[in-house]
């Protein structure tokens, strides 16, 4: 179940400022790639069909309506594999008729594109079977973006099966602070205008006892336990630093808004190896409020976290 | 508590026997402001099946109060949506206890709830913290696992 990266390629979350608050931290993605394949990509590829396999009715929700966005979807994706990494992907397309291999699973399906009959799943089930990525379908309508599709194996502790359906405020509702300032607003009018061919992307993170990819809501009994076996001894290794690189795509035919998710892991003795991170997540996390501790779940050992930060920095 | 919307060209009142105090004062008001009102109070389910067509023959700027048990607003509610009154055109006090479901995280069972903030899930024994993230699309709230 380890899926940790090399410190080289981990995608550092913070900005140059000492201090973290919820924000858009949003910016342009250059180059326009939705997705990125890893050195975990087989390990994570099993990880997520297991899942699929298993519970379904958790990693996998759409309305009907969303058919044409999940199509623009499969398009967007099994195109990218193929332009960005043609040594893993190929892709055949003539007219409608479409064949993709995975030359890294052995897998190669022949498809009418548009045609769901030609799928033995939707197409958005099918394109999120070959990615890293979770993948987030938002549908615009009534000046407002709702989460009617997603194929979502690693959720940071949330439920896709309870938020489907929901408004963007919906969805947000239960993390504190997040409404202040009408953040939540300035947010929802943002991505609202994104204009298909520029994307955007940004990065989230927290902290978790544990390297699970799939904290789902619905196995938090499971793992939430492990909060309570952080320890000074243990510390450096069991505590992660999860990171998601969060990416918005606009769907021009459809108007939706993919949204895809790649998260990563990386213990904490490994991150702070590079001496300015360690340097500005001790200073991040002290001054960290109390409420977005508590939503992103670390307070339960952030004191054990802050004092093997300082032991390093007195190292170094 | 219910408040009075000025500047509506017609109010709706519906209530059950229980709801009917509740609107009492708004009627009142009403009356001295010369608004048009409709009034009716329903003694029995079967009394309320021609408000489907009621409501669908009103006009703009009509507005909905709505005043009684919880599955009577629900029922009539959902009858006004259906004849598009949204949210905007309407308010409603519930009277007596409000039972809300409550999905639990773990299992994706459906709990009956009024106002506990704790309850032990009846389908798989987690306990349950009862929060207000709500689904339209569930008509239940969400109960959360929380680490002891």
């Known amino acids: 179940m380890v899926s940790v990266e090399d ?26 790639i939705a997705i990125e394949v890893t050195e975990s990509y087989i390990e994570e ?13 958790r990693c996998y929700h759409s309305e009907s309506h969303t058919m044409d966005a999940q199509w623009e979807t499969l398009d967007l994706i099994l195109h990218q594999l193929a332009e960005y990494y043609p040594e893993n992907f190929k892709l055949i397309t003539n007219d ?24 033995d799943m939707e197409p958005l089930d099918f394109a999120g079977r070959h990615v890293q990525e979770d993948l987030i ?17 690693f959720p940071a502790n949330w439920s896709l099966f309870f938020d489907a359906g929901m408004s963007f405020k919906e969805i947000h509702k239960p993390i504190p602070g997040f409404q202040s300032e009408s953040l939540d607003d300035r947010i929802l009018q943002f991505l609202m205008r994104i204009e298909a061919g520029n994307p955007w992307w940004r990065k989230n993170w927290s ?65 702070i190896q590079h001496t300015p991170w360690l340097e500005q997540f001790s200073a991040i996390l002290h001054e960290l409020p109390e409420f977005i501790a508590d939503y992103k779940g670390i307070s339960m050992y952030c004191e054990v976290v802050l004092e093997y930060l300082e032991k390093e920095l007195e190292k170094r | 508590m219910f408040s009075y919307m000025e500047g509506k060209r017609k109010f709706l009142f519906c209530m059950d026997s229980e709801g009917v105090r509740n609107l009492n004062f708004l009627v009142c008001q009403a009356l001295n402001e ?28 009509a507005y909905l109060y709505i005043s009684g ?24 006090l519930i009277n007596g206890p409000v039972n809300k479901k409550l999905i639990c995280c773990t299992c994706h069972g459906v709990n009956e709830v009024s106002d506990q903030t704790h309850v032990v899930c009846v389908h798989c024994g987690q306990e349950l913290e009862v929060s207000d993230h709500y689904s339209r699309r569930l008509d239940a709230y969400l109960g959360y696992v929380t680490i002891k």
Not at chain 1, 47 to 57: A, N, S, V
Not at chain 1, 236 to 262: A, D, W, Y
Not at chain 2, 35 to 59: A, C, G, M, P, Y
């Open chain 1, 96 to 119: 409608d008729h479409w064949i993709f291999t995975n030359l890294q699973t052995g897998e190669k399906q022949s498809f009418t594109f548009g045609d769901h009959e030609t799928l």
């Open chain 1, 207 to 271: 902290l978790m006892a544990g390297n699970r990819l799939d904290t789902s809501l619905e196995t938090f009994a499971e793992w939430g336990q492990a909060r309570k076996k952080v320890t000074n001894e243990n510390v450096g290794e069991f505590v992660h630093l999860r990171v998601e690189v969060q990416k918005l795509f606009r769907l021009p035919k459809s108007n939706g808004i993919l949204f895809t998710i790649h998260s990563h892991m990386i213990p904490l003795e490994k991150f």
């Open chain 1, 7 to 32: 410190i080289g390629s981990f995608p550092y979350p913070f900005g140059e400022h000492d201090v973290y608050r919820y924000s858009n931290n949003a910016i342009p993605l250059n180059p326009p």
């Open chain 2, 34 to 61: 010369n608004v048009l009102f409709d009034f009716h109070i329903f003694q029995e389910e079967s009394e309320e099946s021609f408000v489907n067509n009621w409501f669908s023959k009103q006009k703009m700027g």
């Open chain 1, 45 to 57: 590829m099993n990880m997520k069909r297991e899942l699929l396999k298993k519970h379904h009715e």
């Open chain 2, 69 to 92: 048990k919880e599955d009577f607003v629900k029922r009539i509610k959902d009858k006004a949506i259906m004849a598009g009154f949204t949210e905007h055109d309407m308010q409603s």
């Open chain 1, 137 to 153: 379908l938002m549908m615009q309508r009534d000046g407002d973006l709702f989460l009617d599709a997603a194929q979502l194996c």
